[in-house]
C-alpha cells in the first residue's frame, strides 16, 4: 500500500536475483572453459544468464505491478469504507441535532480571511454560503463562536455536505475532539532520538480504534492527506484556564503548532478547527494561531431567523413557540432574546414548549437569564425522554420503521435518566467507565472475591478429574498441595486488583450498533457473538494446554540434559517476556504522572529495606504485623498518589526478594533467571509504559507484529511451553496444573465481573442493567453526542447540571 511497502519485497527479489544471475555466469565462464565441451554447446551454455536475467526481470516488474495494483484497490476500498463509516455517525448526529428535517438555522457569519486563506469574499455570510464555497474548495477553516452557537453543529453539517460533494477517491472528513490529541514529542532511546505522538500518529489511531481502519490503511490515509481532519473543541484541551486566564494554555498553543506543520503537497492541508470566539482571541494575543486559515465567527439568533425556525419546526402548525419572535424583540435586552440568541437553547425551548404537554410558565414573566436557563435544563431530560419514547412507540407500530434502530429501543422513565446520566457522566464530558461508576473499593471487592471464589471452585473439582487423565507418578506437588493453592490465590488477588485497574481506567465499550443508522441483522449479531465466545475461550483454554503441554516434556529422557546455563536463560526469557504480554495485551499505565513514577522507584527501594526487617521477624505473628505495616505504607502512598498498582507490585516483589536472598547469577538456574527478568521487566515498564509513551510502544510493537503475524501464534505457544517446562521444576506437574488452571480461569471472569458491576451500579441506582443499549438511547433522545467514537453529553451546560441536581427537581 505504498511504495515503502512495494521496495520491500522487490529489493529482496533483486537480490536474490543478483545472486543466481552470478552463480549461473560463474558456471557458465567455468563451462566454456572446461574440456571437452562441443561448440555447438557454447551458445546455449552463454545464454543461460540471459534467460535468467530476463526471467528475474519480468518476475520483478510483475510483482510491482501486482503489488501496487492491490494497494491502490485496498486503498480505495478502505477509503470508501470510512466514508460509509463516517456518513453512518453523522448524517445520525445531524438529525439529532437539527430534527428530522435537518432544519439548519442560517445564521449570520463573519467572515474574516487571513493569510491566504480561500475563500471568495470576506465580511457578513450566511452559514449557507459558507457551506456552499468551502465544499467546493476545501482549505483551513476556523469556526468561532460563543458557547452553544452551533459550532459543532456547522462542523457536523459541514461534514454531511463534504460527503454529498465527495467523489470517489477523494478525501473523507472525519470529526474528532482535538482534545484527545496526543502531545507531539522526542524520546531518547540508546543515542536515537524517536518521535511520540503528534498529530499524524493520533489520526491514524483514532481512525483504527473508531472506524475500524486497517493499521496501515491508516497510514497510508494521513500520509496521503485523503483524511480531512474536523477538530471540534480546541478551547477544551486546556479546561482548568478561565476565560480570563492568559497563562497556562500550553496544549492549546501546542496543537496550534502540529496543525500548522501538517502540509500537504499543495501546502497547508484542508482541515476544520472549532473554538469559543474569547479563547481563540486569547491565544492569538499569545502569537498562536492557525494560519492560512479563513475565521468564522457565528452570530447569536435574531428575532427573524428564531421566527422562520419555528415556522419549519412546526411544519405551519400552531404551537406556544409562535410568539417567540415577538416576545425577542419586545425584550431585545432581557433574558428572552438573550438566552435563546443561542441555538442550543433555542431548540431546547422549542422541545420544551412546542412538544411538551402541560401547563408552562410564559417565556415573558422569566427576569433574568440564569432563571430561564435553569427552567430549559429542568426540562431538558423529561422532553427529551418523552419524546424518545413516543418515536420508539411509532416506530414499532409503522411497516416501514418496524426494522429501524428506534423500533428496538426500550422506553425509560424520566426519573431513571436524570439519575443514571448524573452518575454516568465522567470527566470532560465523556460517559465513565463501569469502575468509576461501580465505586473503586466495590470494584476492588468484586474482582477480587469473584476470583477467589471461582478459582477455588475449580481448583476443588477439576485437578481431581484430570489426575485420572495422567500417570499416578507425575501428579506431585513439589512444594505441596496447600502452597500451590496458596500460590493460585495469590495470582488471583494480583489479578484482581488489576481487573480493577484495567476497568477503573478503560474507555468505555465500543459504540452499540443501536447508535448504526442501519441495526445489525441477526446473523451479524450471532456471528459477532461467536467471534467474542471464540477469542475469550482461545485465550483462556490454548495457553491452559501449552502450559501443561510443556510440563508434561519434564518427563522424558531429554529433559535431564539440560545445563544450569540453559535452566537460567529460560527462566529470564520467561520473566521478561510473560509480563510484556501481560501488559502490551491490556491497556494500563505504569505510571500517570511524575508523583507516581517516583513511586516506581521508591517503593521498590523501600523493599530492600522492609525484607530484611520481615525476616528478622522470629514469629508469625509479628510478620504479620510487620506485613500489615508496610501495605499500610503502600495503601498510604497510593492514597496520595504517590504509588500506582505497578509500583506496588515492585515494591512486593522486591521485599519478598530481600526478605529470602539467592543467587541471582546462572548458579541459581531457573529461578534466578525468572527473578532477573522480572526486575528487568519492571524497569522496562517504568520506560516505556508512562502515561505519555504507552500508547507509542504498543503502536509500535504492533506494527513490528504485523510484519510476523504469522509467527506470533506459534512463538507464543513456544514461550507458554518452555513456560510449563520449566516451572514443574520448581512446583511439580500438579502444581502446574493448579496454576495453569487458576489463570485460565481469571481469563474467564471477565465478562462475569464486568455483569456483577452492572447488576451492583444499578441496584445502586446507578445505571441500567443494559448501559450499551441505554447510551445508545440517549444519544438518540438527543441527550448525547458521538465525536471521534465515543460519547460525550451534548452541552457542557447540561452536564453541569445534572452534576448539579442529582434528583430530578420538582417540575
Known amino acids: ?82 466514508a460509509g463509516s463516517v456518513e453512518d455517525v453523522e448524517v445520525a448526529e445531524r438529525t439529532h441535532m437539527l430534527g428530522t428535517g435537518a432544519h439548519l438555522i442560517d445564521l449570520h457569519v463573519d467572515v474574516e480571511p487571513r493569510g491566504g486563506g480561500a475563500v471568495p469574499q470576506g465580511g457578513r455570510q450566511r452559514l449557507s454560503d459558507v457551506a456552499r464555497w468551502y465544499c467546493a474548495a476545501p482549505g483551513r477553516l476556523v469556526v468561532t463562536g460563543p458557547a452553544g452557537a452551533g459550532k459543532t453543529v456547522l462542523a457536523v453539517h459541514l461534514v454531511v455536505r463534504l460527503l454529498e460533494a465527495r467523489s470517489p477517491g477523494s478525501p473523507v472528513p472525519v470529526r474528532l475532539s482535538i482534545r484527545d490529541l496526543t502531545p507531539a514529542g522526542e524520546r531518547r532511546w540508546w543515542g536515537l532520538r524517536r518521535a511520540r505522538g503528534g498529530l499524524e500518529q ?325 456471528a459477532g457473538a461467536t467471534c467474542r465466545a471464540y477469542r475469550i475461550a482461545y485465550g483462556a483454554l490454548v495457553p491452559t494446554a501449552a502450559v501443561v503441554l510443556g510440563a508434561s516434556f519434564a518427563y522424558g529422557d531429554w529433559y535431564g540434559e539440560i545445563s544450569g546455563l540453559g535452566w537460567y536463560v529460560l527462566g529470564v526469557v520467561t520473566g521478561v517476556a510473560l509480563p510484556a504480554v501481560i501488559a502490551l495485551d491490556e491497556d494500563f499505565v505504569a505510571y500517570t504522572d511524575r508523583h507516581e513514577l517516583a513511586g516506581c522507584v521508591l517503593l521498590p527501594a523501600l523493599g530492600c529495606l522492609a525484607g530484611p526487617l520481615l525476616a528478622e521477624t522470629g514469629s508469625l505473628a509479628a510478620s504479620a504485623v510487620c506485613a500489615a505495616v508496610l501495605m499500610g505504607i503502600g495503601a498510604l502512598l497510593r492514597l496520595f498518589g504517590l504509588a500506582r498498582g505497578y509500583s506496588l507490585v515492585g515494591g512486593a516483589f522486591t521485599c519478598a526478594y530481600f526478605a529470602d536472598p539467592g543467587v541471582l547469577g546462572p548458579g541459581g538456574r531457573f529461578p534466578a533467571g525468572c527473578l532477573v527478568g522480572l526486575a528487568a521487566a519492571y524497569v522496562a515498564g517504568c520506560v516505556l509504559l508512562g502515561s505519555d509513551r504507552a500508547a507509542h510502544t504498543r503502536q509500535a510493537v504492533h506494527q513490528a507484529g504485523r510484519r510476523i503475524e504469522w509467527l506470533l501464534p506459534l512463538g507464543s505457544f513456544v514461550l507458554l511451553m518452555l513456560t510449563g517446562v520449566a516451572a514443574v521444576t520448581q512446583l511439580g506437574f500438579a502444581g502446574v496444573v493448579f496454576i495453569a488452571l487458576a489463570l485460565a480461569t481469571l481469563r474467564l471472569i471477565g465478562p462475569v465481573i464486568y455483569a456483577l458491576l452492572i447488576l451492583t451500579a444499578h441496584l445502586r441506582g446507578r445505571m441500567p442493567l443494559a448501559p450499551d443499549a441505554f447510551l445508545a438511547w440517549a444519544y438518540h433522545a438527543g441527550l448525547l453526542r458521538i465525536v471521534g467514537g465515543a460519547y460525550q453529553f451534548r452541552h457542557s451546560e447540561l452536564q453541569e447540571w445534572l452534576d448539579r441536581n442529582p434528583t430530578p427537581p420538582d417540575r
Open 1 to 82: 500500500m505504498g511504495a515503502r511497502q512495494v521496495r520491500g519485497p522487490a529489493r529482496w527479489l533483486f537480490v536474490g536475483g543478483a545472486v543466481t544471475l552470478a552463480a549461473s555466469g560463474a558456471w557458465a565462464i567455468w563451462a566454456v572453459h572446461r574440456d571437452g565441451m562441443q561448440p555447438q554447446d557454447v551458445a546455449g551454455v552463454l545464454g543461460l544468464p540471459l534467460g535468467v536475467l530476463g526471467l528475474l526481470v519480468g518476475a520483478a516488474i510483475s510483482l510491482s505491478a501486482l503489488r501496487l495494483q492491490r494497494a491502490s484497490d485496498g486503498l480505495g476500498v478502505a477509503l470508501d469504507r470510512l
Open 202 to 526: 493520533w489520526l491514524v489511531s483514532s481512525l483504527v480504534e473508531s472506524y475500524d481502519v486497517d493499521g496501515a490503511a491508516a497510514a497510508e490515509l494521513v500520509a496521503r492527506r485523503l483524511v480531512i481532519p474536523v477538530l471540534d473543541g480546541l478551547d477544551e484541551m486546556d479546561a482548568e484556564v478561565g476565560e480570563d486566564d492568559e497563562d497556562d494554555s500550553d496544549r492549546a498553543r501546542e496543537a496550534l503548532d502540529e496543525l500548522n506543520e501538517y502540509q500537504g503537497l499543495g501546502g497547508s492541508s484542508p482541515l476544520v478547527l472549532t473554538c469559543r470566539a474569547q479563547r481563540y482571541a486569547q491565544l492569538a494575543f499569545q502569537q498562536a494561531w492557525l494560519r492560512e486559515a479563513t475565521v468564522l465567527r457565528i452570530a447569536g439568533v435574531d428575532a427573524d431567523q428564531a421566527d422562520a425556525y419555528v415556522q419549519l419546526r412546526s411544519d405551519g402548525r400552531a404551537s406556544p413557540m409562535d410568539a417567540v419572535a415577538d416576545v425577542m424583540r419586545g425584550s431585545a435586552a432581557g433574558p428572552v432574546a438573550g438566552l435563546l440568541s443561542s441555538p442550543f437553547y433555542l431548540g431546547l425551548a422549542f422541545a420544551v414548549y412546542g412538544e411538551s404537554e402541560g401547563s408552562l410558565r410564559p417565556l415573558a414573566d422569566f427576569r433574568t437569564e440564569d432563571e430561564l436557563r435553569e427552567y430549559l435544563l429542568a426540562r431538558c431530560v423529561p422532553t427529551a425522554t418523552a419524546a424518545a419514547n413516543a418515536a420508539a412507540r411509532r416506530a414499532r407500530a409503522s411497516l416501514v420503521g418496524a426494522g429501524s434502530v428506534r423500533s428496538r429501543q426500550a422506553e425509560y422513565e424520566a426519573e431513571a435518566v436524570h439519575r443514571w446520566l448524573h452518575h454516568m457522566a465522567g470527566p470532560e464530558g465523556r460517559i465513565a467507565s463501569i469502575g468509576d461508576v461501580a465505586g473503586k473499593w466495590i470494584t476492588l471487592a468484586l474482582s477480587t472475591v469473584t476470583g477467589l471464589a471461582l478459582v477455588a471452585a475449580v481448583l476443588l473439582v477439576v485437578p481431581d478429574v484430570l489426575a485420572r487423565c495422567f500417570p499416578d507418578e507425575w501428579w506431585e506437588h513439589r512444594q505441596g498441595a496447600g502452597a500451590s493453592m496458596l500460590l493460585a490465590g495469590l495470582v488471583t488477588l494480583g489479578a484482581g486488583v488489576g481487573w480493577m485497574g484495567i476497568l477503573r481506567d478503560r474507555e468505555p465499550s465500543r459504540l452499540s450498533e443501536r447508535a448504526r443508522q442501519r441495526p445489525a441483522r441477526v446473523s451479524e449479531r450471532m
